[in-house]
Nanobody
Framework: QVQLVESGGGLVQAGGSLRLSCAAS????????MAWFRQAPGEEREFVAA????????YYSDSVKGRFTISRDNAKNTVYLQMNSLKADDTAVYYC????????????????WGQGAQVTVSS
């Protein structure tokens, strides 16, 4: 079992930055990939970024590549999402997810989810 608690959401102006954190507990953190997804009102949940257990490799959706950075601190059992150059289209509830069975970008492959953090970008 893995428990996930997110923090760091909020309201920011377009062009600004925010950092989300997701603290994990339960199984050994460094042994599984972590990911961020987001869900805007009326939309399906979509993949944002993923990072492998060692932290050496990361994968991003085209919509955030070059603006967002996923990282992890295995000593603190925490994964981060640094979001820069935010746009109004980035407004959504952001979820962290852990330990996929298969593709890291497929929501159906995850059993462990955080509670969500609201990010609102004003234009």
């Amino acid at each position: 079992q893995v428990q996930l608690v997110e923090s760091g959401g909020g309201l920011v102006q377009a062009g600004g930055s925010l950092r989300l954190s997701c603290a994990a507990s339960g199984r050994t953190f460094s042994t599984y990939p972590m990911a961020w997804f987001r869900q805007a009102p009326g939309e399906e949940r979509e993949f944002v970024a993923a990072i492998w257990g060692s932290g050496g490799s990361a994968y991003y959706s085209d919509s955030v590549k070059g603006r967002f950075t996923i990282s992890r601190d295995n000593a603190k059992n925490t994964v981060y999402l640094q979001m820069n150059s935010l746009k109004a289209d980035d407004t959504a509830v952001y979820y962290c997810a852990a330990d996929p069975r298969g593709s890291v970008s497929d929501t159906r492959r995850y059993n462990y989810w955080g509670q969500g953090a609201q990010v609102t970008v004003s234009s």
